[in-house]
């Protein structure tokens, strides 16, 4: 496989460490292990999250609950009328991250 791919991929670009020689499993993490957002002054305290909003954006897990098709109670509803990935809560949470 590994020949194959050096064939039709010979600049690696394609699912690199995906199919042939994996990353091993503490590189190209999610956020590295060096991750420290900037910390801005904030007008809301973010108890939960320890006065960081960065932080806050990250406690939506991707489960994607908000996007079951008969939710009753939903953080949602937007979602569940247009049933755009946008309109979830995890889509608003990934663009608030990508933004900070």
Known sequence: M???KAVWDPQWKMNPGKVVDPYR??????LGTDYNPPREPLKFAYPDDGGDFAHATLRCVGIGKCRVPQAENTMC????V???EKHTTRGRARLLY???
């Open 2 to 4: 590994r020949e194959f």
């Open 25 to 30: 499993m503490d590189e190209n993490l999610k």
């Open 77 to 80: 509803p937007s979602f569940q």
């Open 82 to 84: 247009t049933r755009e």
């Open 98 to 100: 990508e933004m900070l």
